[in-house]
């Protein structure tokens, strides 16, 4: 009975040997030939390096494991397992059908520490295609880096078969879905988030720093997806467990900490209370920039995500709200990286809400603020430098400024309409505050004590006929390319009526 006992359970560990040897062997030659491929470095020199350390080898730092410790020492030593080792462990028998009780148990133990042995071998095998991952992904070709990783949890899976819950498993699906959400694959994301989620929590407890991990990756998805009540969970539980773990200062309960400001956002109703979480804000990003392999790109999803909160209250035309929140994250980007191509585009975003709601001073400062920053980043792209004095055209004609918003907006006009055609948007917002700023003169002129001319007299109905039409034209190549419901075709359809008003009430005091 005792011997049957030992050989049932000798079995499963032999195999599960042979297992390990082969994905070991799998992983180290993926990453080889991935280094070989991309970067041209051996990746021992690349481990040596730490450039690309990620956040899963704080698992390796806080489980007191075998496979921790072996992987851990090797780590530090920067070598594989010498090559006798794997002889030795190939020359061993795999089974003893006839074994006696303490033969058995001997066999045992020579299996357990081959065992140990490979697992650290996949450790480092798995460590360093994550880490050429992490190249990949800092290089720019994020496709590339999640294709690597998805071939390695499939690896991972058919060479454990029914044991494909291992730990390195979780390793690689948090990293693989880390991947699709900064791509914003949000459903690819999720699903392989809780499937790390799942296999992690087979091997340790509740608040250990590795389910928290999974945790945060996984609220962080679902934060994205709008799913904010499963979100607050998970990353509330994150936040606890990494903050005690780690300290306030770590990369992850930084990031856990910002989303849980964003969190406390979605319910600020004063601008006060947005301001309020400033501090969060910016100690979360400042914690996730220090992670070397993936911080900016971190960061970069984390502000996306706070922008993503700006759009909703755009969407629901909730304008205060969304000025705080625009107002929040400019101070947020300014922080992080002034002078960005981003911090113009949001810069350029608000003065078009305020330009829109009436708040001319605020939106010119806005667009000036944007253009010089544009004039710095879009070297070679007339467009984009163009487009923001298009907008301070607009604003400056709102403000009385005439002549100067006329030479302006005939500039963009021109430049829109030869570049990207008469029927595009931005041409025809152009060409319609051409032909409003062009009534606004006739009409000042119309309204003054002067009046017109006995010859402008003759011409103005002409003039002002086609200004109407230039509007009229303008204004439906906004409807067709930006929406009937755009804040920009709303004003103009504003703006147009108050002219046409105006217009009939001077005809009819003539």
Not at 143 to 172: D, F, K, N, W, Y
Not at 204 to 219: K, Y
Not at 262 to 270: F, K, P, W
Request: proline residues 3%; glycine residues 6%; hydrophobic residues 40%.
């Amino acid at each position: 009975m005792l011997a049957r006992l030992t050989q049932v359970e000798f079995v499963p560990a032999a195999r599960r040997f042979s297992q390990l040897q082969s994905l070991a062997a799998w992983f180290g030659e993926a990453s080889y030939n991935t280094a070989d491929r991309w970067s041209g470095k051996t990746l021992s020199s690349l481990q040596a390096s730490h450039t690309c350390r990620t956040d899963c080898v704080t698992w390796r730092s806080v489980h007191n494991t075998p496979y921790a410790h072996a992987a851990a020492g090797r780590d530090d030593a920067h070598s594989p397992v010498p090559a006798e080792h794997h002889d030795d462990a190939a020359k061993q028998p795999v089974a003893a059908t006839s074994a006696g009780v303490d033969n058995g148990d001997e066999e045992m133990g020579e299996y357990e520490k081959v065992r140990q042995i490979e697992e650290a071998h996949l450790a480092e095998s798995m460590e360093r295609l994550i880490m050429e991952a992490y190249k990949l992904l800092q290089k720019g070709d994020m496709e590339q880096a999640e294709s690597l990783l998805q071939e390695g949890s499939v690896a991972l899976e058919q060479g454990m078969g029914t044991e494909s819950s291992h730990p390195r498993q979780a390793e690689i699906l948090d990293q693989l879905s880390l991947f699709q959400f900064l791509q914003g694959k949000l459903p690819e994301a999720e699903m392989h988030a809780r499937r790390s989620l799942a296999v992690i929590q087979n091997h340790f407890e509740i608040g250990d720093p590795a389910v928290c991990m999974c945790e945060l990756r996984l609220g962080a998805i679902l934060f994205s997806m709008g799913q904010y009540q499963e979100a607050k969970e998970f990353i509330t539980d994150s936040y606890e467990g990494l903050r005690s773990a780690l300290g306030e200062a770590s990369q992850v309960a930084g990031e856990s900490q910002y989303y849980l400001a964003l969190m406390t956002l979605l319910a600020a109703d004063s601008e006060e209370a947005v301001t309020q979480t400033d501090p969060l804000l910016m100690q979360g990003v400042r914690n996730m920039r220090s992670n070397a392999g993936a911080g900016p790109l971190l960061v970069q999803a984390a502000l996306r995500e706070h922008n993503r909160l700006v759009d909703n209250e755009l969407t629901s035309e909730s304008w205060d709200k969304a000025a705080w929140l625009f107002r929040q994250e400019i101070r947020l980007r300014n922080g992080v990286d002034p002078g960005s191509e981003d911090l113009s585009l949001l810069l350029y975003q608000f003065a078009t809400l305020q330009y829109t709601r009436g708040l001319y001073d605020e939106a010119e400062a806005l667009t000036q603020f944007s253009l010089d920053i544009a004039r710095s980043v879009y070297k070679h792209d007339e467009n984009q430098t163009m487009l923001r004095r298009h907008r301070l055209g607009t604003v400056l004609d709102c403000k009385g400024n005439a002549e100067e918003a006329s030479k302006i907006l005939t500039e963009s006009f021109n430049h829109f309409d030869k570049r990207l055609g008469p029927k595009n948007p931005l041409t025809g917002e152009a060409q319609f505050a051409l032909g409003l700023s062009g009534m606004r003169r006739m009409l000042h002129a119309r309204q003054s004590k002067e009046g017109l001319d006995p010859y402008s007299k003759v011409l103005a109905p002409k003039q002002e006929q086609n200004l109407m039409q230039q509007m009229q034209k303008g204004l439906q190549a906004m409807q067709a390319g930006f929406g009937a419901d755009h804040m920009l075709v709303k004003k103009a359809l504003t703006d147009y009526d108050l002219t046409a008003s105006a217009m009939r009430g001077l005809q009819t005091s003539r």
